[in-house]
């Protein structure tokens, strides 16, 4: 059986680990109340995370365009397949979307990206408090959607491993 490069495991496991991360911290500080030190840290981090998420993205695709993931199952059904490549190009869109749609809404709230605390990001919109709403919205449905995708992703891969046993996830573990 074909399996995944390391490097992408790597990419895969590392992204998928900071988008967890990233979405158990947003919950978490948007349920502080009011501007503390600690909710002011958290947002910080959650944008770091959402940075780091999206450069992993570009890495991500661009090691995926010189490295061809392996084939699917020989028995796979093909709406199955169709499905898994439908899934696969919905959690690439939203690595991008997520965290772009914070960044627009960090920068339409008024609020520099400084990653790491360290590199200022540009600041792609200038603050607009009539748009700020809308951004927060979006990143909030692309957040919940990219929740679903990664649960839907995640039950089959267990699907894959423990009732068909076809070695669907282990194509993609270390």
Known sequence: MQRYTKTAMLIHW?????????????????????ITP?????????KWLG???LLLAVLRVLWRRANR?????????????MAADATHLLLYLLIFAVPLSGYLYSSSAGVPVVYLGL??????I???????????????????GMAAAVVGHVLAAL???FI???GVLRRMLP
């Open 159 to 161: 699907k894959h491993q």
């Open 126 to 144: 200038e603050a607009n408090a009539e748009l700020k709403p809308i951004l927060k919205t979006v990143h909030y449905v692309l957040t919940m």
């Open 119 to 124: 590199i200022p990001l540009p600041t792609l």
């Open 14 to 34: 590392l992204t998928a680990l900071l988008i967890i991360a990233a979405f158990f911290l947003g919950l978490t500080m948007t349920e502080i109340h009011g």
């Open 51 to 53: 940075v780091t998420v």
């Open 69 to 81: 993931p392996p084939p699917h199952p020989l028995g796979m059904p093909a709406w199955q397949a």
């Open 164 to 166: 068909d046993r076809d």
């Open 38 to 46: 600690t909710k002011l840290k958290y947002y910080s981090w959650h």
